[in-house]
């Protein structure tokens, strides 16, 4: 299999099924309104209530029949979510969750999840609850409910586990598979302990960045619970990481060894190698990143220490009226002017901060006055308007080159009979004439922009561009824009005018089209190879 990450699809398909099914047995239905439940998440937060009495109910072995669903959404309701029912209400509406919603009136509920190694659809039966008949005082027959596998299922998985014991429970389960060579699982294992050191990177990076922002905004709380984090998971040295790493090096240079020197693996030898290659390189990115989180820890401590200096500081700034303090003073005496510089100075005391750079020490240390005075003189007949109008220039010929490769396919295009055109066909044409593949395909990168843009866009109308066009205004682009670009082309060209619209799709054939000695950025020779694309062009009915 290509994606290796593709397998157990429908596995992760049964769990979304759950919320999936769940969800649009509730949306649908207009009983919600009756009860005074009109929000999506008011009803979805009444159906979790209900969900997790009964499971309360079923672990401690004890009845839960209609009437006690009615007495609990009574009581649930009267505390806390305030809605006008009284108690034959609450009942109703506990039947009606139980009964509708969760067990969809009967009928049995289904969700499908794609199996890419069977490539099909595998069926799934999904089943929230299940009833029993009791009697209660031996005497009263009753119906009492209870949660079936995928009902803990999916009331489990709304309760994470805490964040400081993510990390060491994937981290003792990737252990077991490496030391059962369980290898398929420990890969899922390790990624899911890369995710997580990359999560928590990034949330240092976002608390850092809100720090930068507004150090008021991020409280101690926040910061306290992210230190925490950070502690937990830096707590386990890399070290441990680096002996698991020289673990799989070793398990797969044995099996290495063994298909060079002493027989051909196993089909299943090879994919126990494959596996074990997988582990190493995330094991890789899992102590990098291991690293990053510890060097980011000091540097959020550090940053949110001096960000709060520095506010505490403003405290101390004490602020004059330019108008009152400085204007009108020297204003009244203007000698007092050659003295301003006790008034500005305190605005130029505050030190740079400088930052010794070690390896700087240990260089060999060359007279640099010349160089200093060789790059003054530079600087000094460095003209930039000059400057500015070669960089117009070269934008303009660089736009200039898109205009022509853009403006020919679609010139190629309108003279076919059907009005369409394939990177076949033109390649085709432009065999053995240079000067017009030329025009045609100017360099790699040009050409590569227009037709990723015009397989992105798949379809454009240029009456609908035109329209927005004329309803905002905008400054004219720098760069390459597909949409300006194709205005331009259908306004400066008579042959454009009745160009409609342009549709581009994907040929798939199967083959590749392979366009020789087209120049790059550098100017050396390159053959771009991409899938065959058609351009269809429509104009307008006369």
């Known amino acids: 299999m290509q994606y290796d990450f593709l397998k157990h699809f429908p596995k992760r398909m049964k769990s979304v099924g759950l919320y999936g099914v769940l969800l649009q047995n509730s949306i649908q239905k207009t009983t919600w309104k009756q009860y005074g439940f009109l929000k999506s998440d008011e009803q979805i937060n009444m159906i979790f209530s209900v969900l997790l009495y009964i499971m309360e109910q079923s672990l401690k072995e004890e009845n839960c029949t209609m009437d006690d669903i009615g007495a609990y959404i009574d009581t649930v309701n009267t505390r806390h979510f305030g809605k006008s029912m009284d108690y034959d209400e609450c009942k109703q509406l506990g039947d009606f969750i139980v009964n509708v919603i969760l067990s969809n009136e009967g009928k049995a509920m289904y969700f499908d999840g794609f199996d890419f190694e069977q490539n099909a659809y595998q069926t799934m039966h999904i089943s929230y609850v299940a009833n029993k008949i009791v009697y209660i ?40 598979h490496l030391e059962k060579q369980s290898y398929d699982k420990a890969v899922d294992e390790i990624k899911n302990v890369f995710n997580l050191l990359r999560v928590q990177l ?6 850092m960045g809100k720090i930068r922002r507004n150090a008021l905004n991020y409280s101690v709380r926040d910061y306290e619970e992210i230190l925490l984090e950070n502690l937990e998971t830096i707590s ?36 126990n190698l494959n596996h074990l290659r997988q582990i190493e390189i995330y094991l890789n990115r899992t102590i990098d990143e291991h690293q990053k989180i510890l060097n980011h820890h000091f540097d959020l401590k550090a940053l949110y220490t001096r960000e709060l200096e520095q506010l505490s500081q403003m405290s101390l700034i004490r602020r004059f009226l330019l108008r009152s303090e400085l204007y009108d003073k020297v204003l009244e005496n203007p000698e007092a002017l050659g003295r301003l510089d006790y008034f500005l100075r305190p605005l130029f005391n505050r030190d740079a901060e400088k930052v010794y750079n070690l390896n700087k020490a240990f260089q060999l240390q060359r007279p640099v006055g010349k160089r200093e005075e060789t790059d003054s003189e530079e600087l000094l007949d460095f003209d930039e308007e000059e400057w500015r109008r070669e960089q117009e220039r070269l934008r303009r010929e660089k736009l200039k080159k ?44 040009i050409f590569k922009e227009i037709m990723v843009e015009l397989i992105k866009n798949r379809e454009i109308d240029l009456e609908v561009l035109k329209k927005e066009r004329s309803e905002y205004i905008q400054e004219k682009p720098e760069e390459f824009q597909l949409n300006e670009m194709l205005l331009h082309l259908v306004e400066a060209y008579p042959q454009n005018q009745d160009i409609r619209k342009i549709e581009v799709s994907r040929i798939d054939d199967g083959g590749t089209v392979v366009f020789q000695g087209v120049p790059d950025e550098n100017g050396r020779k390159r053959s771009i190879r991409c899938s065959n694309v058609l351009i269809r062009v429509m104009k307008k009915e006369k």
């Open 137 to 176: 005082e031996q005497e009263f027959r009753r119906t009492s409910y209870y949660l079936t596998d995928d009902g803990y299922n999916l009331l489990l998985s709304t309760l994470e586990i805490e964040n400081n014991m993510k990390l060491t429970i994937h981290e003792m389960i990737f252990q077991m």
């Open 202 to 207: 990034q949330k240092i990076q976002e608390a």
């Open 236 to 271: 386990d040295t890399k070290q441990k990481f680096q002996n698991y790493r020289d673990m799989v090096r070793s398990r797969a240079r044995e099996l290495e060894e063994k298909n060079i020197n002493i027989r051909q693996l196993s089909p299943q030898e090879d994919e």
């Open 402 to 445: 898109y205009e022509n490769s853009l403006n020919g396919m679609l010139v190629r295009a309108a003279e076919k009979e059907k009005g369409e055109i394939s990177l076949a066909e033109l390649k085709e044409q432009l065999h053995g004439d240079e000067e017009e593949q030329g025009r045609l395909i100017p360099g790699v990168e």
